[in-house]
Nanobody, 128 residues
């Protein structure tokens, strides 16, 4: 399994960025792509997920990004996107995508211990 993130960069507060996560080598059909982020000195936390299995592409968001971030998928390209709007200084972090086998349970984004495969991450820096 290989995950490659792209799209990070430096943007002013209030601006937007779109991250991409290109996945390859996944042969199991039932999985979810989860976006995590890790700010300096803080633990890595899940912020959004999308099912790659169900027809609707069920999504989940952490409260910290709900209403500002939108996750979407292109199954033909095995790519997941994270559209980030109204960015704030507290969004500064390294953003990682990851594979969760199966589905998100009870709407709770998974902890890092449930993840087997990670991308290398992409840096997002918000200038205030």
């Amino acid at each position: 399994v290989q995950l490659v993130e792209s799209g990070g960069g430096l943007v002013q507060a209030g601006g937007s960025l779109r991250l991409s996560c290109a996945a390859s080598g996944i042969t199991y059909e039932d999985y979810t792509i989860v976006w995590f982020r890790q700010a300096p000195g803080k633990r890595r936390v899940g912020i959004s997920s999308i099912s790659m299995t169900d027809a609707d592409g069920t999504t989940h968001y952490a409260d910290s990004v709900k209403g500002r971030f939108t996750i979407s998928r292109d199954n033909a390209k095995n790519t997941v996107y994270l559209e980030m709007n109204d960015l704030k200084s507290e969004d500064t972090a390294v953003y990682y995508c990851a594979v969760l086998w199966g589905e998100v349970v009870r709407g709770l984004l998974p902890a890092t211990g449930l993840i087997d495969y990670w991308g290398l991450g992409t840096q997002v820096t918000i200038a205030s």
